[in-house]
C-alpha cells in the first residue's frame, strides 16, 4: 500500500518530498490542508494570508494529481477528510503545537526535520555542559562542520566574522543605496483566486486582516524563489555587507536579500543558499565581507535561532523578566503609520503595513525597540510580530522577539537589551532630518521619543540593568541627568499614544 504524506504549508519545496534521509517514498500520495481555523484565530497580515495560500496552492498545481488538497476548518478534520484513519507520515513541523499535536495522531508517524543545517540532537550535544549559548560560537563549529568558507583548515581571509566591516552608516546624501532593484515576482491566477477568496471571507466577517494586499512581492513557488536568489547572488550579494545595518527611508530594501518568506516556506534550503553565495565569492564576484555576513545570517543566526526554539523548551513564551505588562495600543496594531510624527517609526511601521516586510535593523532598533522602551506585554509583542510579517512563524519569532528584542528571557540569548537613544538612529539612517524630532533632545516639544524613552527604560529598570556589565555605564549616567525628573513626567504624559 503507497504511504500518505502530508505537507503543512511551510515545507512546500523538493526538501519535503524526497526520500533521502529518512523522508517519503518517491510514489507516495501527498495530502495538503488549509486550515480556515488558523486565519480566524489570529489576525494577519493580509499580505502573508495571500502569500501562503498562494504559495500552498502553487504547489498543489505543480503536484498535480499526485495531492489531495483539502479546505476545511481545523487539520483535524482536513486530515480526517482526506485519509480517514489510513497511515500518514508528516515531517516534523515547525512549531511546538503542530508537534504535539501530529504526535497525539496514532495514525501519523513523524519524520525527521527538513529545511535546517544542523540536526537538533548535534545543537543538544553542542550546547551541554556550556555555561552560554554564544551564537558567534556555534556558528564557527557550522561554518568548520559543513566546510564553508574555510580555507587551510581556518575560516577564509584568516577572520571568523567581519561583522566590523558591516557597520556603516549610509553613504552620506544618497537617497538609495543604488543596489539592482530586488526580484519580483509576477502574479497569476493563483494569486486572482486567492485574492477573490480573501474578499469573500472579509466580507462573510469569517476573518479580518491588517495591512494592505498589494502585488504580491515574494516568490510563491521554487521556481520564483530561485530566480530571486540566483537575482539576489548575481546583482545584489556584493553591496550586502558594508551598510547592513543602516537604514534609508526611500530604500527600504538596501542590498538585503528578502529571501526569508521563501526558506520558511520551504521553497529554498539553507544550503543552496550559502553555496551560492560561496561560489560568488570563489569566482571574485562578491567580496568576503558582503558574503560572510550573508552566510552568518543563514548559517549563524537561523539556525541558532531554530535550534533555540527547541532547546528553551515550552515556557521560553511566557518569559518576562522585566515584567512588562501593557498592551499594544490601537494605533499600533493597526499599522496606523499615518498617525505617528516620530519619522523613523512612520516610515517602518508604512512599510510593514504595505509590504509585511522591514529588514532587520529597522525591526530590531526600531519596532523592537520602541516597544521596549514603552514596556509592552513581550508575548503580546511577539504576536504582532508573527502576524505582521510575510515570513513570521513561531519557532523564528519566539528567540527573536522574546529574546533578541525584548529581552524578556532576562539575557539567554543575548548579553544586553538592544535599545538606543535617537543618537543611535541618527548615525545609521537618514530618517531624522526632517522629523518634528531632534535626537539630542530628551526633554520638550522636540523630545526624541526614542532619546526620551530610552532613559526612561533606563531607569525603569536601574536595578536590573546596573549589574549588567555591558549596561553599567549607561545606567550611571543617569545620574547626570539634571532634568531627569522633567523627562519622566514627559514620558509619563506621552504614554502610549503615537509619537
Ligand atoms: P537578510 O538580511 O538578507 O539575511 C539573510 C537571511 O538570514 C534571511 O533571509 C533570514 O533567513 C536569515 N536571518 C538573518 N537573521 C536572522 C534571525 N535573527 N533569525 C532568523 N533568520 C535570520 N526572520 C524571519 O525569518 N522571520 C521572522 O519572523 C523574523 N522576525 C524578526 C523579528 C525581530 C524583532 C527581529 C529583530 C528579527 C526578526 N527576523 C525574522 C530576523 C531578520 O530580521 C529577518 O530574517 C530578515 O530581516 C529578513 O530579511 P532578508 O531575507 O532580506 O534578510
Redesign the pocket.
Given at each position: 500500500m503507497t504511504t500518505t504524506h502530508w505537507l503543512f504549508g511551510d515545507q512546500l519545496g523538493p526538501a519535503f518530498l524526497t526520500p533521502d534521509g529518512g523522508g517519503p517514498s518517491r510514489d507516495a500520495r501527498v495530502v495538503m490542508i488549509e486550515s480556515r481555523a488558523v486565519f480566524r484565530r489570529r489576525r494577519f497580515h493580509r499580505a502573508k494570508a495571500h502569500l501562503v495560500l498562494s504559495a500552498m496552492r502553487h504547489r498543489a498545481a505543480e503536484l498535480g494529481d499526485r495531492v489531495t488538497y483539502v479546505r476545511a476548518e481545523t487539520y483535524r478534520e482536513g486530515l480526517r477528510q482526506a485519509v480517514g484513519e489510513e497511515p500518514v507520515t508528516v515531517h516534523h513541523p515547525t512549531s511546538r503545537a503542530a508537534l504535539a499535536f501530529v504526535r497525539s495522531l496514532e495514525h501519523v508517524t513523524v519524520l525527521p526535520p527538513r529545511g535546517f543545517l544542523v540536526a537538533t540532537e548535534d545543537f543538544a550535544a553542542w550546547a551541554r555542559g556550556r555555561r552560554e549559548l554564544r551564537m558567534e560560537a556555534f556558528y564557527r563549529d557550522v561554518r568548520r562542520d559543513h566546510d564553508l568558507l574555510m580555507e587551510g583548515g581556518g575560516p577564509a581571509g584568516g577572520t571568523w566574522n567581519l561583522d566590523h566591516g558591516n557597520r556603516e552608516p549610509p553613504p552620506r546624501g544618497a537617497a538609495t543605496l543604488g543596489a539592482d532593484a530586488p526580484y519580483r515576482p509576477r502574479e497569476d491566477a493563483v494569486d486572482e483566486e486567492v485574492r477573490r477568496d480573501l474578499d469573500r471571507w472579509e466580507r462573510e466577517g469569517a476573518v479580518s486582516f491588517v495591512g494592505r494586499d498589494g502585488p504580491r512581492l515574494f516568490p510563491a513557488d521554487r521556481r520564483e524563489a530561485r530566480a530571486a536568489l540566483r537575482r539576489?547572488v548575481r546583482h545584489r550579494l556584493a553591496g550586502?555587507g558594508a551598510h547592513?545595518d543602516a537604514i534609508l527611508a526611500d530604500d527600504g530594501?538596501m542590498s538585503?536579500?528578502?529571501?526569508?518568506?521563501s526558506?520558511?516556506l520551504g521553497l529554498l534550503g539553507?544550503a543552496e543558499?550559502v553555496e551560492a553565495a560561496q561560489a560568488a565569492y570563489r569566482a571574485g564576484e562578491a567580496p568576503l565581507n558582503s558574503v560572510e555576513g550573508?552566510v552568518r545570517?543563514?548559517a549563524g543566526?537561523?539556525e541558532?535561532?531554530?535550534q533555540l526554539y527547541w532547546y528553551f523548551g515550552e515556557d521560553y513564551r511566557t518569559s518576562n523578566a522585566l515584567r512588562h505588562t501593557a498592551a499594544l495600543p490601537d494605533w499600533w496594531s493597526e499599522l496606523d503609520a499615518d498617525a505617528v510624527s516620530a519619522r523613523c517609526l512612520a516610515t517602518v511601521l508604512r512599510q510593514v503595513r504595505d509590504t509585511g516586510?522591514?529588514?532587520?535593523v529597522p525591526?530590531?532598533m526600531v519596532?523592537?525597540s520602541h516597544a521596549l522602551q514603552r514596556g509592552w506585554d513581550p508575548a503580546a509583542v511577539t504576536d504582532w510580530?508573527?502576524r505582521c510579517?510575510v515570513?513570521?512563524?513561531d519557532w523564528?519569532?519566539l528567540?527573536?522577539?522574546v529574546g533578541?528584542?525584548q529581552y524578556a528571557d532576562g539575557g539567554r540569548m543575548t548579553t544586553k537589551p538592544?535599545t538606543s537613544g535617537g543618537a543611535y538612529l541618527s548615525r545609521m539612517s537618514d530618517l531624522c532630518g526632517p522629523c518634528p524630532y531632534r535626537p539630542d533632545r530628551r526633554v520638550g516639544e522636540e523630545a526624541c521619543p526614542f532619546t526620551a524613552g530610552y532613559w526612561n527604560f533606563l531607569h525603569r529598570h536601574r536595578g536590573a540593568l546596573g549589574r549588567n556589565a555591558r549596561m553599567s555605564r549607561a545606567v550611571r549616567g543617569l545620574d547626570r541627568l539634571g532634568d531627569l525628573p522633567a523627562l519622566l513626567e514627559q514620558e509619563r504624559r506621552r504614554g502610549d499614544g503615537p509619537p
Open positions: 539576489f550586502f547592513e530594501t538585503h536579500s528578502l529571501l526569508s518568506s526558506l520558511n539553507p543558499c550573508f545570517q543563514i543566526w537561523r541558532y535561532v531554530w516586510w522591514t529588514h532587520h525591526r530590531l519596532l523592537g510580530f508573527h510579517f515570513d513570521g512563524y523564528v519569532m528567540p527573536n522577539v533578541m528584542s538592544y
